[in-house]
């Protein structure tokens, strides 16, 4: 977990016309933080937003860097977890930007995991009409996912992300050593995000992941490799589709299941994003199985590094156990991925080849499922 600093980042351009930036992944890439915005955004005033947790990790080494560029920040701090994605604390995040007369040229700073880079980004969108901001994400699936591609917002009483905006970050700054302190389980629900982009469009990226996960989880230069492989591929689908008219949907490969899983735990900590998304792909593998799209090996290779690495991959190990199949079913088709009764799936002819499937039929699903929640007795 401890390797040296690289001397210099590996950068990856998010190709948006006007509105193009670069995510940079190396470690110790925060000591350049105040530099780097000072470079995009010249005498701007800072406010950095982050949650409890990382604030007493790595807020002030943050601070630190952006006082020896001679930049002036203040900053907003937030409770942790999920529930900060909400009205009350949106309000407390733009009050804290007015009290401290952040204006339309200045800059704000989401420093945490998903939640803040969702919740900062969408205060920014709002702000003054918009404001600019960078994402200097600290957990992994914030790296490889949520920091990239300009989804922002907060959960509504009705469903999650349900109230938010498109707004791109003017730089993503990927410190690999804000990992460091990451909890396990955290680090390897980040991973399931890793694994998505082998098994939805990068077949050789997939087969390195089997031989070189250890290396990853252990922090060696394959973590960095991973991240960026990552970022490019994200980067390169947001650049031809960015509002998700089409082929961004990809992205949700493993979310419908997930969701509901998610859903059905109260989007508790008894299921992580990244554990339903590593059971909700393992579950999409074998349904497309199951519909002939691919054969069983491909199915059983899934599951079998998704286990090797510890996320679950079956039913009976979401803790507590999950509702019956026509409730799962029912909650997908509250998802924004239903049309007409009808269900969106992200379904595979085999790793690295995903496609969307527009027209599910929920009676399939529910027969698959009755199946393996049947398997778990
Ligand atoms: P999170 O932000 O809640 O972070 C997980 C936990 O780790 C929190 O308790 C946090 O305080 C802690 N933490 C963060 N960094 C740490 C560090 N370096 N060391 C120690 N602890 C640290 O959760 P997450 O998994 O990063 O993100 C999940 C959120 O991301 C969800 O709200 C999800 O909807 C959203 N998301 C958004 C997108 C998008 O495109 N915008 C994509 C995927 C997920
Ligand atoms: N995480 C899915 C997306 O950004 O589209």
Redesign the pocket.
Known sequence: MTAPLSREPILVNVALGERTYDIAIGRGLIASLGARAGALKPGARIAIVSDATVAGLHLSAVETALAEAGVDATRIVVAAGEGAKSFAILEQVCDGLLEAKIERGDLVIALGGGVIGDLAGFAAAVLRRGLDFVQVPTTLLAQV??A????TGINARHGKNLIGAFHQPILVIADTALLDTLPDREFRAGYA?IAKYGLLGDAAFFAWLETHASDVFAGGPGREHAIATSCRM?AA??ARDER?AGE??L??LG?TFGHALEAAVGFSDRLLHGEAVALGMTLAFQFSERLRLLPAPEAERVARHLTGVGLPTRLSEVPGGCPDADRLVDLMAQDKKVRRGRLTFILARGVGAAFIAPDVDPAEVRAFLAEKLAERC
Request: neutral net charge; glycine residues 12%; without cysteine.
């Open positions: 996912d949520s990239v591609g300009g989804k995000e994200k689908i947001v998700e961004r949907a992205l949700n979310h």
